[in-house]
């Protein structure tokens, strides 16, 4: 096995990045050979500069005026090698970049990660999950690999005076130059508006049966100034966002009031509504966990009693 670096000179953050990897390196590639450093720079960088950030011996630069994603995949291209592990920084284009190359190659990519193992025919990556709850690992079997990394994991430092390989190679722009993103935002959302925030929290269950249902309880949430939470059922079943999921993996709301409708109420789940101040619960089964945990508990269809309810809020 041999590992490739793709570095992104283009980045405000490509020291920081440049030094997580090579901590990276130190600590989990220490058996597998060197391969080649692709450093995607502006035209009129420092090559002897960067080259210093370089974890291995060999550099390959490829120049370009500006960064578009596009002709720097295809220029990095001819250096994935089918058997290799590709390494990229940790910024949203290195995410992007990896991911995309992986497609491109039929192989297997993982963003975040904070550990890799490897096995004979696969590696094993380790990342965050669950809005950062859980610690997960991810089994990558089909080559090339391809992964991110997460920030601020790993410490690396730069072994001066090596003297490197350097190759450089232009990056040629396409001609449809005017239909390139230029510019690229990236906003947070505002949490302030999410469901851990809520006075007033309605939270749908498996009950709920499907995503039209899950909506509808939505638009009853809303039309109390509340917010939708989802299970986990619900939002693996893409019925729902995943920053909607309630729960040890999700969110940990503290609501005055939490309306659940179809929900078991297991513990997973009710650790993140326990600190509401009142519980109503909704659901057909009495022997259900959720119904001796509520303040109030009805046991019927949800969809009859949220009809029902909607004539007292008008
Ligand atoms: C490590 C780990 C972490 C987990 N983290 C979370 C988490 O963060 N959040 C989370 O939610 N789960 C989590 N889970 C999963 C959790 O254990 C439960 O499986 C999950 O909460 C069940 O979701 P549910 O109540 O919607 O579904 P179910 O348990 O299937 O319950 C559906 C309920 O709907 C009722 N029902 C059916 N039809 C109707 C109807 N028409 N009207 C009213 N009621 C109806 C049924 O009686 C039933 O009680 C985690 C599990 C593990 C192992």
């Known amino acids: 096995m041999r590992y490739h670096v793709f570095l992104n000179g283009f980045s405000d953050e490509f020291e920081k990045q440049s030094l997580e990897v090579l901590g990276f390196i130190k600590e ?155 510019y690229y935002n990236i906003e947070k959302e505002d949490k302030k508006e999410g469901p851990e925030n809520a006075k007033l929290l309605v939270v749908a269950g498996r009950g709920a049966k499907d995503k039209a249902s899950v909506e509808k309880l939505e638009e009853f949430a809303e039309s109390m100034g509340g917010k939708l939470g989802v299970s986990r059922p619900v939002a693996m079943s893409a019925w729902a966002p995943m920053d909607k999921l309630v729960g040890v993996s999700g969110i940990m709301a503290k609501p005055k009031i939490c309306i659940t409708a179809g929900v078991s109420g297991s513990a997973a789940f009710y650790a993140g509504i326990e600190k509401s101040d009142f519980i109503v619960s909704i659901n057909t089964d009495e022997k259900s966990a959720i119904i001796k945990k509520s303040n109030v508990a009805v046991v019927d269809d949800f969809k009859a009693i949220v009809e029902e309810l909607k004539k007292y809020i008008k």
């Open 28 to 182: 989990c590639c220490s058996d597998i050979e060197e391969g080649k450093t692709i450093i995607a720079c502006r035209e009129n960088s420092d090559f002897e500069k960067l080259s210093v950030y370089a974890p291995t011996n060999d550099v390959v630069f490829i120049t370009s005026d500006r960064y578009i994603p596009e002709n720097i995949l295809n220029s990095c291209e001819k250096y994935i090698d089918d058997e290799a592990i590709h390494i990229y920084g940790f910024d949203n284009f290195s995410s992007e970049n990896s991911v995309r190359m992986s497609v491109r190659k039929n192989g297997s990519s993982l963003v975040g990660v904070r550990n890799m193992s490897l096995s004979d025919d696969c590696i094993f990556g380790k990342k965050m999950i669950y809005s950062n709850h859980m610690e997960a690992t991810f089994k990558l079997k089909k080559s090339p690999y391809f992964i991110s990394l997460a920030k601020g994991i790993f410490e690396g430092q730069i072994t001066e005076g090596n003297n490197k390989n350097i190759f450089i190679e232009q990056c040629i722009l396409n001609t449809s130059d005017e239909n390139d993103v230029l």
